[in-house]
């Protein structure tokens, strides 16, 4: 399964949960924000089916940081050896 070895780059770790946290946390801003603008214009308040949104978010957000946790991870493999970061991380990926 040589063709799946660009997708070993995701990894679970700290990034994985910082991703999940701030994209929940970057959806409540803009639900905030819309909901004050309703408000200042006496507007119906969003009918947001916002637990749905927050699932979603977790997983995008778990999506993006497993993403960047791999390259974390990677870097400081690649940094450890004294190899050049860039030829280490597309050897790395590459099938």
Excluded: N
């Excluded at 070895?5 to 639900?31: M, N, T």
């Excluded at 977790?58 to 493999?77: D, P, R, T």
Aim: proline content about 6%; charged content about 15%; some cysteine.
């Amino acid at each position: 399964m040589e063709f799946l070895k660009p997708l070993s780059i995701f990894s679970l770790g700290f990034y994985s949960a910082i991703g999940v946290a701030a994209l929940i946390a970057l959806y409540f801003l803009f639900y905030g924000a819309r909901c004050v603008d309703s408000w200042m214009k006496r507007q119906p308040m969003p009918t947001d089916r916002v637990w749905a949104y927050v699932v979603i978010a977790a997983l995008l957000g778990l999506c993006i940081g497993s993403f960047v946790q791999g390259f974390a991870e990677i870097h400081a493999e690649c940094t450890a050896y004294g190899q050049p970061v860039g030829p280490c991380i597309l050897k790395r990926i590459s099938p």
